[in-house]
């Protein structure tokens, strides 16, 4: 089992950027993929973007150009650039290993002028 911590959320204005970050402790070395996903009132939780064990990355459509996933040892970071108000929502840190999967508390981000 593994534990998250996120932090980097808050309050940015359209266009803004911001840095999410997600401290994994425990057994780490199981780990197969980290990810972030998000969840806007209103809407199912919904993958943001996520990277494996080899580095191997994929996003989410609707943030291909303007979010970068990117991970170091026991941290994985989402670099959020070009913010819009429809990227408003909780974002949660997620790891998935062989054992099963663990979430973080989440973030709020909120993107507004």
């Known amino acids: 089992q593994v534990q998250l911590v996120e932090s980097g959320g808050g309050l940015v204005q359209p266009g803004g950027s911001l840095r999410l970050s997600c401290v994994v402790s425990?057994?780490?070395?199981?780990?197969?993929?980290m990810g972030w996903y998000r969840k806007a009132p209103g809407k199912e939780r919904e993958l943001v973007a996520r990277i494996d064990v080899i580095g191997r990355t994929n996003y989410a459509d609707f943030v291909k150009g303007r979010f970068t996933i990117s991970n170091d040892k026991n941290t994985v970071y989402l670099q959020m650039n070009s913010l819009k108000p429809e990227d408003t929502a909780v974002y949660y840190c997620n790891v998935a290993s062989s054992f099963g999967s663990d979430w973080g508390q989440g973030t709020q981000v909120t993107v507004s002028s």
């Open positions: 425990g057994n780490i070395f199981t780990i197969n993929t």
